[in-house]
């Protein structure tokens, strides 16, 4: 018998309590002090107790079990749903002051319906016989203009004949326009950002002329809801916008998009992805950020109410009363996500679409594909990543986001993002189990 190697031990944050999480196991449990000292001994007095529960387990048969988790890890996720992003221009109507994307080089902004025909019947054929959706993506897909709304109204109805449904990600400034087209298709969720109070919001994300947006996202958010459409309001964070994010969610609270059930959130930190930031000392590293939000919600414990964040899988566990099954493998690039672009280009995720050298090959005006490329972005996972071998939180953190490991170790793609699940998990728990900020459901 030894002690897992995947068992993940830490002290809860603001406690003298431990935690101790076994992914591979499913099993967590808080210990006191005195337990937590004598698994730090290695002498246990709850030895049944923690061989039932994987803590401690026979080397071999803990082997076996990783091997069986693993082939139904690769099952299900065979047969996951597919996220097909569509990407109809990289145009935008908004100047953020953190966009990613402002480095990417301009490119004819052109949709044809010849190119939408060719997206549709290339995804009927590869992924037929597969569960999929489709999420337009941008730049800004929701552009105004009547060419746009063409371009638009003609991509949902070819996506009806097919049976797709449809997400969008859009800055939300043009929506209230676009909810008679999109009433055509089957609207699965609108994500739109919104960056805090109107203040704060309008100087972050302004028009590309420099006009303030707040009011017609806010304005679009209502009828898309009083449509019936479900909405996801994401926030970027970072140093500038961290605080405010009580009063967005008073605001919210205020509003009643809180209690209406087609109404969720997620919060995006902003980071430097493929072209520097212009303000690097703003930007939060993952456990900065998460502890800043730890304690803003200490402080302010509506802002619950507003968001739940996950903290690793503290969140699911408090939720749910059990763990997630094992993550092998955090990133869906290859797997259960692709990206299409109008220029006719395929890439492996959003996080690399649009940018150069990154393409996989073609669906229009010839098909094409770089097998090699697309070989290692479907096999990367934590069985393949030599540092992710002994560690102990392998199957908490998946090895990461596989395009920012990438841009990270010199385009090695078999490298990982790492993933600060330790210390997530000591404030999670602290804030799910042991703080009281969320009354019982």
Known sequence: MYFSKHNIFSKISESDNY?????LSGNADIITADKAEEIQKGTYTDIEEYKEKGYLIDESEEEKIYKNSY?????NRDDSEIQIFFVP???????????YQEGYSEKDESLSQEVMDSFFSYVNKEFAGKKKYITVFGGEPLLPGEKSKAAI????????????????VTNGYSLEEYIPILKKGHIREIQITVDGPEVVHNK??????????????VNGIDKSL???????????????????????????????????????TQLGRNYELHFCQSDQNKLYDRVSLYRDLYQLIVAHPQLIQYHRPAYSISKFIFENGDLPEPLFDS?????????????????????????????????????????????????RDVTTIDKCHDCSLQLACGGGCGS????????EIHSPDCRPVKELLEMGISLYFEKGVIEND
């Open 19 to 23: 935690y101790l999480v076994n992914p």
């Open 71 to 75: 082939l139904n890890f690769l099952d």
């Open 89 to 99: 221009w990289y145009t935008c109507n908004f100047r953020c002051t953190y966009c």
């Open 153 to 168: 109204d003609y991509f949902v109805t070819k996506a009806g004949e097919n049976n797709l449904d449809l997400a969008f």
């Open 204 to 217: 972050r994300r302004p028009l590309a002329g420099g006009k303030d947006t707040f009011k017609n996202i």
């Open 226 to 264: 009083e449509a019936g459409f479900a909405v996801n309001l994401r926030t970027v964070v970072d140093k500038e916008n961290m605080n405010d994010l009580v009063q967005l969610a008073d605001y919210a609270i205020e509003k009643g998009w809180t209690a209406n059930p087609l109404f969720k």
């Open 331 to 379: 990133c869906p690039a290859c797997k259960t996500e692709w990206a299409f672009d109008f220029t006719g280009r395929i890439y492996s995720c959003t996080a690399t679409v649009g940018k150069e050298g990154e393409s996989l090959g073609t669906y229009y005006p010839v098909e094409s594909r770089r097998e090699e490329i697309i070989e290692q972005w479907e096999s």
């Open 404 to 411: 920012v490991a990438k841009n990270n170790h010199s385009g």
